[in-house]
């Protein structure tokens, strides 16, 4: 049945410019990809790195099918446990330089459960306001309290911690590359206000994984505080170029959560084909330091591009890089232009992103080509000048 509240919603959306939908992409996640046949330069995918299509990556997760079928067959914990899981499990404990390390299947699905089996009534979290909605999502459902401190603003971060210090139990929780602006966090302060203030620490390095830091570890390698930080927590569906998540920390916080996690406990292990594709996607970014290099002249190229037109392209650099344009209808309108001349970047409106700061999340991979990027700059400036933006 079709309520009134089902139709209300949708039209409310839809008068608002906020409705959504997905486009289908035929075939491989690639800087080109093809849409109702047509092809579009994609400009807005976290397939940083450009393994998505990986040969490698790919024959990884089909040997894994031929050795071991598709489906896990039941949780981790009852008999889905293979040996895919444990070989990245491990390699990624001895990655991040941590004891040990639990994978989840989805990046959602490891903040909602480690963050839910770590605190409680009682307990509370200090929470960056642009935190991914999964951090959110997990501090509701564990019942802690969230007191939410102005983005990367450090200020305001001690501010809170100086006057909520009754609690059991205190974590600090942050995004190191935000999602939405591509800001970086500061990794170095939140420890030291941590170790003031006798809190734990806890980072999403879902964006950080891959891109940032002389091996690819991430925030944590590029501040040098992996031994500060409690719990690292990052994604394989980003520039690894698979899916699923790690936890990786101590050996007895990985075993609370492995008990107490209840998206680990209550969900069919990842299929082991996914496990032994990020393997490969990991062994890929500790090995080839020049894709990483690679993706960094091309987010150079860009933000010099975009800057010389009068574009403002953020205040830090990464690959994520931001054009605000505010109005959801604007931003609408710019994602549609560049449609129209082959160019892929979605618009990116509230409630993902705070209202009045609708904008196209522009993405560079390393696998672009400087003619693609230059393309693309062309288009921006024009389209710029045509909606009156620049
Ligand atoms: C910062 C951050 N954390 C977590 C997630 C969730 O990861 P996944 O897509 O693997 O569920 C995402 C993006 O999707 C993200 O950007």
Redesign the pocket.
């Known amino acids: 049945m079709i309520d009134a509240y089902i139709t209300n919603t949708l039209e409310d959306l839809q008068r608002g410019n906020r409705l959504r939908s997905m486009r289908t992409i035929n075939g491989a996640q690639s800087t080109r990809v093809s849409i109702d046949g047509k092809e579009y330069l994609n400009f807005c995918s976290n397939n940083y790195l450009g393994l998505a299509d990986d040969p490698r990556i790919r024959r990884a997760a089909f040997h894994s099918i031929e050795a071991s079928g598709f489906g896990a067959g039941a949780s981790r914990l009852v008999c889905g446990n293979l040996d895919e899981h444990t070989a990245l499990e491990q390699y990624m404990a001895a990655f991040k330089g941590t004891e040990s390390c639990v994978v989840f299947s989805?990046?959602?699905m490891a903040?909602v459960g480690i963050i839910s089996s770590l605190v409680g009534r009682g307990d509370i979290v200090f929470c960056d306001k642009l935190n991914?909605a999964?951090i959110i999502d997990g501090i509701i459902l564990s019942g802690a309290t969230m007191k939410r401190y102005k983005h990367r603003d450090m200020q305001d971060l001690e501010r809170q911690l100086q006057t909520n210090q009754d609690y059991k139990k205190k974590i600090i929780i942050t995004?190191t590359v935000f999602?939405m602006d591509g800001g970086i966090a500061p990794l170095d302060q939140i420890v030291k206000l941590a170790k003031q203030y006798n809190c734990m620490t806890y980072v999403?390095e879902?964006?950080g994984l891959g891109v940032i830091g002389k091996n690819g570890k991430g925030v944590v390698e590029h501040f040098d505080v992996a031994d500060d930080i409690d719990i690292q927590m990052g994604?394989f569906?980003k520039a690894v170029g698979s899916f699923g998540?790690y936890c990786c920390g101590k050996k007895e916080l990985i075993d609370l959560v492995i008990n107490k996690a209840r998206s680990f406990v209550y969900t069919t292990g990842m299929p082991p084909s996914t496990a032994a594709a990020s393997l490969a996607g990991v062994k890929i970014i500790e090995n080839h330091p020049e894709l990483r290099q690679k993706l960094w002249d091309n987010v150079q190229h860009i933000y010099t591009g975009l800057k010389g037109v009068g574009f403002n392209p953020g205040y830090c650099m990464t690959p994520i890089i931001p054009i605000i344009v505010k109005d959801s209808q604007m931003a609408l309108a710019f994602s549609k232009e560049l449609f129209e001349r082959n160019i892929l970047i979605s618009a990116i409106r509230p409630p993902t992103v705070p209202v009045n700061t609708a904008r196209l999340r522009l993405t560079v991979m390393a696998t672009h080509q400087e003619k693609e990027i230059d393309y693309l700059l062309n288009h921006l400036e024009d389209i710029g000048k045509k909606l009156g933006l620049i």
């Open positions: 989805t990046g959602y903040n991914h999964s995004d999602s999403d879902a964006h994604t569906s998540a």
